[in-house]
């Protein structure tokens, strides 16, 4: 079967700029119409792009994260929290547990998150917050969710921090990760930077201190 571009990019999940990249390197040679208009075969180009898994073979994925060890009273109850609200809807769900900062991309729980997704096996991504992914950028991670069609569900997104409060997790996070790279996780220093820095937050934010990572 002959189609146009847009329907070929369409039809694989790809921007018709990837198919006029794929042209250029030689991998493809589609046809011309009369008009000059490109024509695709789409028998073809499914041997170049693996198919996503059916909708029933696809799995949810809860996802909990905390920023360290000394919270895992609050990565448990993420947890509970994911199975119950998972179990209500009557969704099956694998949970993957993550340990580090917001601020780090590279955490294990995290990377195999987003490999899942760019292989097709993800249907559902449900999450308790926003930023359970990522401090800054969870909204490429809803993008690449978007492209693979993997469903994102954030059981508590009405409920969103005031300024103050995201003010203190941001400034608790990057103190955390640099701090620790200037003098080691357990210096004195950095202890006193940490004892310091959240006295301040504190200060802020009194009535919901920001160790929740």
């Known amino acids: 079967m002959k189609v146009s571009i847009g329907k070929a990019a369409r039809e694989l999940g790809v921007s018709p700029e990837t198919l006029r990249r794929w042209e250029a390197a030689g991998k493809i040679r589609p046809e011309r119409t009369p008009g000059g208009h490109r024509r695709y075969d789409l028998a073809t180009l499914y041997g170049l792009v693996p198919r996503h898994p059916q909708p029933q073979d696809r799995i949810t994925i809860a996802y909990a994260r ?80 978007e492209h693979f069609g993997t ?25 955390t990760v640099f701090s620790a790279r200037l003098y080691g996780s357990r210096s004195r220093k950095n202890r006193e930077v940490m004892r310091r820095l959240k006295e301040a937050a504190d200060a802020i934010c009194p009535e919901d201190s920001p160790g929740s990572g």
């Open 66 to 145: 905390v920023s360290s060890h000394d919270q895992k009273t609050d990565l448990d109850r993420q947890v509970a929290l994911l199975e119950a609200f998972c179990a209500a809807n009557g969704w099956r769900c694998e949970v993957i547990r993550d340990l580090g900062s917001g601020l780090n991309y590279h955490k294990r729980g995290l990377r195999e998150l987003i490999r899942r997704i760019c292989t097709g096996q993800v249907g559902r991504l449900v999450i308790t917050h926003k930023d359970r992914l990522l401090r800054f950028g969870s909204e490429l991670v809803f993008s690449l969710c």
């Open 151 to 175: 469903e994102v569900v954030i059981i508590n997104a009405s409920e969103e921090a005031s300024f103050e409060e995201e003010l203190v997790q941001d400034v608790l996070e990057i103190v």
